[in-house]
T-cell receptor
Framework: DAGVIQSPRHEVTEMGQEVTLRCKPI?????LFWYRQTMMRGLELLIY????????DSGMPEDRFSAKMPNASFSTLKIQPSEPRDSAVYFC????????????FGDGTRLSIL | GENVEQHPSTLSVQEGDSAVIKCTYS??????FPWYKQELGKRPQLIID?????GEKKDQRIAVTLNKTAKHFSLHITETQPEDSAVYFC?????????????FGTGTRLTVIP
C-alpha cells in the first residue's frame, strides 16, 4: 500500500490567498484526520471524518478553515483567506476504526504564508 | 475530554544507555495507547502500541508498560543508538466513539550521543 498521500509537500503563498491541501487516505480506512503541527502548539487535531462525514470539527481554528471529504479516497483542507499565523505543517492521517487501530500519517504539507 | 501529559520534554542519553519516557492520562476509560516517533522533517510513525487489557508489550529494543490504576504508561528504549534520536509522542484513545480519536502528549525530544 502506498500509505497516506498528501499534496503538495510544500506550499508558499502570500497572505490573503486561498490554500488547498489534499489527502488520499489508505484504501479501506474509514476514518480520516487532519492535524496541524507547530513548535508552539504541538500536534493539534483540526477535524476528523468517518465514512466521509465530518464528526468533530471543534479543532478548526476559525471560519477561514474548511474541510471536505467528497468520497472515500479524497479529502481537502482549505484556508481562505490565509494568514501568516496559519504557517505550519499540516498532516493527514487515516485509520480503520472498527477496532482499536493506529492512525497512519501522511508526509505532511509544509505551509508558509508570507 | 482526555488530557495526556508527557515527560520529560527533552532527554539526552549516551549511546548504549536506556531511555524512558513517561505519560499520564486523565480518562480512566482510555483503552488504546500508541507511541509515535517523528524524525526531523518527517511524519509521525507508529513504533509500538498497547491496549488496556495488556500490561506490557515488547518489540526488540522497545517496550511499553501500562499501569491502568495509576493511569500512566511508559516507553522504554534499551541499547540506544544514534538513529533513535527523534521526537517521541505518546497518545491515548477513549471510547465510546470508536473513532480512534487520539489525544497526543506534547512530545519528548530524545538525543542519543554517540
Amino acid at each position: 500500500d502506498a500509505g497516506v498521500i498528501q499534496s503538495p509537500r510544500h506550499e508558499v503563498t502570500e497572505m490573503g490567498q486561498e490554500v488547498t491541501l489534499r489527502c488520499k487516505p489508505i484504501s479501506g480506512h474509514d476514518y480520516l484526520f487532519w492535524y496541524r503541527q507547530t513548535m508552539m502548539r504541538g500536534l493539534e487535531l483540526l477535524i476528523y471524518f468517518n465514512n466521509n462525514v465530518p464528526i468533530d470539527d471543534s479543532g478548526m481554528p476559525e471560519d477561514r478553515f474548511s474541510a471536505k471529504m467528497p468520497n472515500a479516497s479524497f479529502s481537502t483542507l482549505k484556508i481562505q483567506p490565509s494568514e501568516p499565523r496559519d504557517s505550519a505543517v499540516y498532516f493527514c492521517a487515516s485509520s480503520w476504526g472498527h477496532t482499536l487501530q493506529p492512525q497512519h500519517f501522511g508526509d505532511g504539507t509544509r505551509l508558509s504564508i508570507l | 475530554g482526555e488530557n495526556v501529559e508527557q515527560h520529560p520534554s527533552t532527554l539526552s542519553v549516551q549511546e548504549g544507555d536506556s531511555a524512558v519516557i513517561k505519560c499520564t492520562y486523565s480518562d480512566s476509560a482510555s483503552n488504546y495507547f500508541p507511541w509515535y516517533k517523528q524524525e526531523l522533517g518527517k511524519r509521525p510513525q507508529l513504533i509500538i502500541d498497547i491496549r488496556s487489557n495488556v500490561g506490557e508489550k515488547k518489540d526488540q529494543r522497545i517496550a511499553v508498560t501500562l499501569n491502568k490504576t495509576a493511569k500512566h504508561f511508559s516507553l522504554h528504549i534499551t541499547e540506544t543508538q544514534p538513529e533513535d534520536s527523534a521526537v517521541y509522542f505518546c497518545a491515548a484513545s477513549t471510547p465510546p466513539t470508536g473513532a480512534n480519536n487520539l489525544f497526543f502528549g506534547t512530545g519528548t525530544r530524545l538525543t542519543v550521543i554517540p
